[in-house]
């Protein structure tokens, strides 16, 4: 069979990109920015998401709400319609549509458009419509923002070794906050009238004291209790410092890592930062 004659869906280039016809027009212009058209395609649909997530915003805003009901509700389902055939035209116009869907921007984009149609069922769910914020992140890419792009997965990559070290100093603050709140329980557990009821109550209060909150709607009356919160506040500032020296320490063996080996044996020049 001759290559002019091949469905234009089964033949791709070397980049994904179909060899011609309309599914590769499309293409150029949803997924690329280097081309007018293309540029001019993501600038607009960054603006329909900001426009889209301030009308969500206001429309909480009861005397916004009473003047420009009508309004909020047209430009809600208008830009509900755009996002959809949006997402339906980059299914349509992807090399491997199921791919594109699981990926991070397809499952954004499809959580972008689904509170609208789900409020038809569930009345209020539409304002969940802020993911859309989301979506944004496009803008790394219509910039041309690699820098930032590559600092974002730096920092994932320190998460994600980091993580077993959270999960132990997580569970060391959930055993210390029971215990601390069971002995705040038997302390001022007595004196009804101050909220701690409870070990779940004692326990709430043990949190939000250790975070250094301090909501105060439960305070301690007995002297032996104000000296357990004096002393849960103290360790609280000790507490909210060790999971960022950790993820900090993390960033610091990715970052060192990621240049020692950012040249190729025959390379000129750092992949990262062009030097």
């Given amino acids: 069979m001759n290559k002019n004659t091949k469905d234009d869906y089964s033949t791709e280039d070397h980049e994904g990109r179909p060899y011609s016809g309309l599914r590769r027009s499309l293409y150029i212009v949803i997924f690329e920015a280097d081309t007018k058209l293309g540029r001019i395609f993501d600038v607009a649909l960054l603006w329909f998401i900001l426009i889209s997530i301030i009308c969500v915003v206001l429309e909480t805003v009861p005397s916004m709400l009473d003047h420009y009901r009508l309004l909020f509700l047209t430009l809600e389902w208008v830009m509900t319609f ?13 090399r491997k549509p199921k791919r594109y869907a699981l990926s991070f921007f397809g499952l954004i984009d ?15 769910v539409h304002y969940l419509m802020v993911i859309r914020i989301f979506r944004l992140l496009r803008v790394f890419r219509i910039l041309k923002l690699v820098r930032y792009i590559s600092a974002t997965t730096h920092l994932q990559k320190a998460l994600v070794a980091s993580r077993f070290k959270i999960y132990i100093f997580l569970g060391f603050i959930g055993a210390l906050v029971l215990i601390m709140g069971t002995l705040m329980y038997i302390v001022e557990g007595g004196v009804q009238s101050e909220g701690f009821h409870s070990i779940p109550q004692s326990m709430y209060w043990t949190i939000v004291t ?13 002297t032996i209790g104000k000296v357990i919160a004096s002393f849960m506040m103290l360790i609280g500032y000790a507490i909210i410092a060790v999971p960022t020296g950790i993820i900090s320490s993390e960033l610091q063996d990715v970052s060192s890592g990621a240049n020692s080996n950012s040249k190729e044996p025959n390379a000129k020049v750092c992949s990262y930062c062009g030097k």
Avoid: C, K, Q
């Fill in 210 to 222: 250790m975070t250094t909150v301090g909501y105060g709607d439960i305070v301690p009356v007995t």
């Fill in 82 to 94: 755009v996002f959809t055939a949006e997402y339906l035209l980059r299914l349509y116009v992807s």
């Fill in 110 to 124: 499809l959580l972008s458009v689904l509170p609208a149609y789900m409020s038809l069922l569930f009345p209020g």
